[in-house]
Each structure stands twice: as structure tokens, then as C-alpha cells.
């Protein structure tokens, strides 16, 4: 599987969107690219996915590039309940497997 | 559905003494996995099964650890002989094969071991 980047650290004023970005510049074609996030002392939660388009739902939006080198998760309104660790992973569509492989992911802080 | 449950949610117990952790997936999930987080190592897979079998174990760390399955509603996560070095949050999670290929793995609220 592909290996990411996020930056350690991020902050964001509550009500402003926040943009958490990742780098995946060795994904490869049948690559998706996931976000979780782990709320303090919580198991980890499902965000979002995509392939290649651009993807929303209820939680957060997916901007995927189209060199698919990268991609950016948007959270449309931060609120404090946001503040979290964000992690993007890389995982082939698999028919046998679903390792997920968690790197350090992104510590977002929603400032009052 | 109550999610994936664990027990117990914190666990003390002193090195030497042997280790079990419970966890129960959601009702119809064919897929169990059990993962380790500690601040050095972050969030690591252990094992996981498919359909009660052990399907890929290459992360657990040493032969203390064990982790069986005997049925779809429950497994367990052995440490025999725990040591300190073992203090750390296990999380249990489950998801179900629907064709996709993608999908989303729901994890419980872990459990806390310290290993005095």
C-alpha cells in the first residue's frame, strides 16, 4: 500500500472550514484513499473515501487531485467536538484483505 | 446494533500475570481485527480474522500473544506472561464483506491495560 504524509499538527478557529491535506505521491490506480479519526481515549471513526472524483457526505468533503498525488479533507464547519487526530490511509481494493494501515495522522485543534 | 463491545474497558494487572481481553463485533460482521496503540508505535493491526479463521497474524508481536476466535460473536486477545512493555490501548474492530472492496471498519472503545 502507498505510504502518506500529513503534517503533525493543525488548528482551525470553530466554524471555519478546515482543511486537512495528505500526500500520496506513489498511490497507485486501484488505490483508495480513506480518512478516519480517533476523538481523545475513542476508537478510531470512519470519515469518508474516494478513488478519484470528489466526495461528500454528512461528516466531510474528499478533494481528491487529478494526478491523485494528493488529496484534501475539508470539515465544512469545524466545531470543537472536531478537535482530533485525522488520519489518512492508502489501501488497494482488496478482495481477501482489509489491513488498514495507520500512520501518525494529523492532530486538528478546533479553537474556540 | 450496540457496536463492536469490549471488556474489560481497563484492565491493571502485574507482570507475570496472564492477559485476557473480549471483544464482540456487530451481529453479522465476517471480518474481527485486533489492534494495539501506544504513543511510541501509534495504531497497529495485530491479527484479523475472517469467518473465525485467522487470516493474517504477522503482527503480533511475540509468542505470548494469542488471539482466538471460536465463534462469530466473540474473541479473545491473550498476553501470557504479560509484561510492561505490553501497557497499551487494544481496540477491537469489525466490518463485513459487501463487494465493494472498501468497506469501513467500526472499532469499539478499546481497552486500557497497564502491566505494573
Known amino acids: 500500500d502507498a505510504k502518506t504524509t500529513q503534517p503533525p499538527s493543525m488548528d482551525c478557529a470553530e466554524g471555519r472550514a478546515a482543511n486537512l491535506p495528505c500526500n500520496h505521491s506513489?498511490?497507485?490506480?486501484?488505490?483508495?484513499v480513506y480518512w478516519y479519526r480517533q476523538i481523545h481515549s475513542q476508537g478510531p471513526q470512519y470519515i469518508i473515501h474516494?478513488?478519484?472524483n470528489n466526495e461528500t457526505n454528512e461528516m466531510a468533503s474528499l478533494i481528491i487531485t487529478e494526478d491523485r498525488k494528493s488529496s484534501t479533507l475539508i470539515l465544512p464547519h469545524a466545531t470543537l467536538r472536531d478537535t482530533a487526530v485525522y488520519y489518512c490511509?492508502?489501501?488497494?481494493?482488496?478482495?481477501?484483505?482489509?489491513?488498514?494501515?495507520f500512520g501518525s495522522g494529523t492532530r486538528l485543534l478546533v479553537r474556540p | 446494533d450496540a457496536g463492536v463491545i469490549q471488556s474489560p474497558r481497563h484492565e491493571v494487572t502485574e507482570m507475570g500475570q496472564e492477559v485476557t481481553l473480549r471483544c464482540k463485533p456487530i451481529?453479522?460482521?465476517?471480518?474481527l481485527f485486533w489492534y494495539r496503540q501506544t504513543m511510541m508505535r501509534g495504531l497497529e493491526l495485530l491479527i484479523y480474522?475472517?469467518?473465525?479463521?485467522?487470516?493474517?497474524d504477522s503482527g503480533m508481536p511475540e509468542d505470548r500473544f494469542s488471539a482466538k476466535m471460536p465463534n462469530a460473536s466473540f474473541s479473545t486477545l491473550k498476553i501470557q506472561p504479560s509484561e510492561p512493555r505490553d501497557s497499551a490501548v487494544y481496540f477491537c474492530?469489525?466490518?463485513?464483506?459487501?463487494?465493494?472492496?472498501?468497506?469501513?471498519?467500526?472499532f469499539g472503545p478499546g481497552t486500557r491495560l497497564l502491566v505494573l
Open positions: 474492530a469489525s466490518t463485513q464483506w459487501s463487494g465493494s472492496g472498501w468497506e469501513t471498519q467500526y
Open positions: 506513489t498511490i497507485s490506480g486501484n488505490e483508495y
Open positions: 474516494g478513488l478519484k
Open positions: 490511509i492508502v489501501r488497494a481494493r482488496m478482495d481477501s484483505s482489509y489491513k488498514l494501515i
Open positions: 451481529s453479522g460482521h465476517d471480518y
Open positions: 480474522f475472517n469467518n473465525n479463521v485467522p487470516i493474517d
